[in-house]
């Protein structure tokens, strides 16, 4: 895959208690293909991985919330964990900025439990999906259909279970990044007065 991403851009957005592997192998897997790749956080310094439930290594974060926004980046990556996602769900730039990526079109790939800033983000209702076991019924209650398989690709959405589906993870999101822009990756609106969800779609 070396050279596949040359010129592009990927964020990974993280806070304290981010799962480490699904953040480092991923940024491996990225620069490899040729990205340039930007820990995102919503504050500044270092922030804390753990290995399950134990403490792991802390990772440099190069830009924070408030100095970058999705038109800088052609992708997005967001790592599991319990307490990282549970975090960024509540934090209003951290959603806006998810959302802003399915706005413009943009790959957004999630693992684990990183559905759950996707579900605040208000973008999984009519997608297909799979998480890690523990949040399957938070996305379905969300409208997105969930399947129990390594990796699920929807038009520029790419999810997987745990770190175990590490491999097919990067090797999937790389083709998506690779493609660009999906005219089928949307965040979905409401037309008033309706109960079915109205798509945006590409220019």
């Not at 990756?185 to 109205?198: F, L, Y």
């Amino acid at each position: 895959m070396a050279g596949k991403l040359n010129g592009k851009t990927v964020a990974i957005l993280a806070t304290n208690g981010f799962e480490q592997s699904e953040l480092e192998v991923p940024k491996q897997a990225l620069e490899g293909a040729g990205a340039a790749v930007d820990v995102i956080a919503p504050n500044p310094g270092e922030i804390q991985g753990f290995m399950h439930f134990d403490k792991g290594t802390a990772v440099e974060v190069d830009c924070t919330l408030d100095e970058v926004s999705a038109k800088d980046y052609d992708a997005l990556v967001l790592p599991g964990g319990v307490f990282n996602p549970d975090a960024l769900r509540t934090d209003e730039k951290a959603v806006r900025f998810v959302r802003d990526f399915f706005d413009e079109h943009k790959p957004v790939g999630a693992i684990c439990h990183g559905g759950w800033t996707l579900i605040d983000a208000g973008v999984v209702e009519g997608r297909r999906m799979t998480s890690v076991r523990s949040i399957r019924t938070d996305l379905r209650n969300a409208g997105a259909t969930v399947l129990d398989e390594e990796v699920v690709v929807d038009e520029g959405l790419v999810t997987s279970r745990t770190p175990h589906d590490l491999p097919a993870f990067c090797r999937t999101l790389v083709e998506e990044i690779a493609e660009g822009r999906h005219a089928g990756q949307h965040a979905v609106t409401r037309r008033a007065g309706s109960k079915k969800p109205a798509q945006a779609h590409a220019p």
